[in-house]
C-alpha cells in the first residue's frame, strides 16, 4: 500500500481516538500518504445539537497539527441524508471531494477505508470497486440516532458492509452483528495512546486522599444513581467527575461529587494521575453495549483499578486484574475498599501496555497481510 484514502467518524480536529490512531499506524507501517476526510452530518438536525454546539465551542481544545503525510478534506452537504433524493443534491456539493480521491488514488495503490457510514463512502466504494477496502466499525452508529434518520443509517451500514473487502469492529458485540461477513470480519478492540504517558516508574504515587474519578463525556449514558449511591455509601472520599455535560444534572447532589469542566486530553491525564479508583459509570443501553471504553485502557495504562458498571466490552472484564464490576445492590462501600486496596508495579503497569497499544491492536488484525 502507497496510500490511505480514510473517511473518519471524526474530524482530524478533534482529540486523538481510534481514526487518529488508524491512520498514525498506516503511516508507521507503510510511510504511505493518506488522505482525511472529515465527517458531515448524515441525519437530520435535532434541538439537542445547538447545545452541543455550544458545549464544544466552550471546551478548550489544543491545536491538532497536520503532519506533512496527510491532507484533510471537508465535504460540504446539507443535513438532509435520511430524506429521499440527498445523495443526488448533496452530490453536487461533493465534486471537489470526488475528483481530489479520483486524482489521489491515481497516485499509487491505495487502501479505501471508511469509519463512518454514509451515502458518501457508499459513492466512493461503487466508484472505485479496483481500491481494497476496509470497513473499521468503532461504534453502534444506527444506535445514536433516532427514527428516520437511525433506519437510514442502518441501510448505510449494511451496504457499506456489504461492499467492504475488510470489516474490522471494536466489540465482541459488534462481531456478533456483523457475523454475515464471515472471513471478512476481524475483531480488533481498542487501545490507548501509550506514548502520551509517564513512564511507568515515573507515575506519581497514590494520593493520601483517596479519589475516586472519572473523565469523560456526562451524557444520557452516564449513571447518575450509581454514582450518587456511590459518593453516599463512601461519605469521605471525594468523586471527581471531568468533562463536557448534556442533559441535566441532577439536583442536590452529596457535598463529596465534585464536578468539573471539559479539559484537553494532557490536563485530563494529570488528572487521571490524581485518582485513586478510575470509574467508567455507565448504563447498560443499546449504545454501551458495543462499547469498549478507551478509558479502560487509559486508567489500566496509569496503573489505576478500574470500578465500572456492567455494559459493552466492560462486562467481559470480570475476573481481570484491576477491574472490579459495581454491583449496585451490594455494598459499595466495600466494593470501592476492594478496588482501593488493588496495586500494580511498575513491571505490570509497562507489560499492559505492552499488549493494548494501538500499533498491537491494528498489527494482531492483519489488515495490511490481506490486502
Not at 452530518?41 to 439537542?48: E, F, M, V, W
Not at 472519572?214 to 444513581?225: C, N, P, S
Not at 459493552?312 to 486484574?321: L, N, P, Q, S, V
Request: aromatic letters at 10%.
Amino acid at each position: 500500500m502507497t496510500c490511505l484514502i480514510y473517511l473518519s467518524p471524526l474530524p482530524w480536529s478533534s482529540f486523538a481516538q481510534r481514526p487518529h490512531k488508524f491512520v498514525e499506524w498506516f503511516h508507521a507501517r507503510t510511510g504511505g500518504q493518506v488522505l482525511w476526510i472529515d465527517p458531515y452530518p448524515t441525519r437530520l438536525p435535532a434541538p439537542g445539537d445547538f447545545r452541543r454546539i455550544k458545549t464544544a465551542i466552550a471546551a478548550p481544545q489544543a491545536a491538532r497539527p497536520t503532519p506533512p503525510w496527510l491532507t484533510v478534506l471537508q465535504p460540504r452537504a446539507l443535513p438532509i441524508e435520511p430524506l429521499p433524493g440527498s445523495a443526488w443534491l448533496n452530490g453536487l456539493l461533493w465534486q471537489p471531494v470526488l475528483l481530489a480521491i479520483e486524482r489521489f488514488s491515481a497516485s499509487g495503490k491505495c487502501l479505501l477505508a471508511i469509519g463512518k457510514p454514509s451515502k458518501l463512502a457508499l459513492d466512493i466504494l461503487r466508484r472505485h470497486p479496483q481500491l481494497p477496502s476496509l470497513f473499521d466499525v468503532m461504534d453502534d452508529f444506527p444506535a445514536f440516532y433516532r427514527g428516520y434518520s437511525r433506519h437510514a443509517m442502518e441501510r448505510s451500514e449494511r451496504a457499506v458492509a456489504a461492499l467492504a473487502g475488510q470489516v474490522t469492529v471494536s466489540s465482541s458485540l459488534l462481531a456478533r452483528r456483523f457475523a454475515d461477513c464471515g472471513e471478512r470480519l476481524h475483531l480488533a478492540l481498542n487501545a490507548c495512546a501509550f506514548e502520551t504517558l509517564p513512564p511507568p516508574d515515573a507515575l506519581p504515587p497514590r494520593p493520601e486522599q483517596p479519589v475516586l474519578g472519572y473523565v469523560g463525556t456526562i451524557a444520557q449514558w452516564f449513571d447518575w444513581e450509581l454514582v450518587i449511591a456511590l459518593a453516599r455509601a463512601n461519605p469521605d472520599l471525594p468523586v471527581r467527575l471531568i468533562g463536557p455535560v448534556f442533559g441535566a444534572v441532577p439536583a442536590q447532589l452529596p457535598d463529596n461529587i465534585e464536578l468539573l469542566p471539559a479539559c484537553e486530553h494532557r490536563q485530563a491525564i494529570r488528572f487521571m494521575q490524581s485518582f485513586s479508583v478510575g470509574l467508567i459509570p455507565f448504563k447498560r443501553t443499546t449504545l454501551t453495549d458495543s462499547v469498549d471504553p478507551i478509558k479502560y485502557y487509559e486508567y489500566r495504562a496509569l496503573g489505576l483499578p478500574v470500578l465500572s458498571t456492567r455494559f459493552g466490552e466492560m462486562a467481559m472484564r470480570e475476573g481481570e486484574a484491576g477491574v472490579f464490576l459495581a454491583e449496585p445492590q451490594g455494598d459499595l462501600a466495600a466494593q470501592v475498599a476492594q478496588a482501593l486496596a488493588h496495586r500494580d508495579d511498575a513491571a505490570q503497569i509497562a507489560q499492559f501496555r505492552i499488549g493494548h497499544s494501538w500499533d498491537a491492536r491494528f498489527d494482531a488484525a492483519g489488515i495490511l497481510q490481506r490486502l
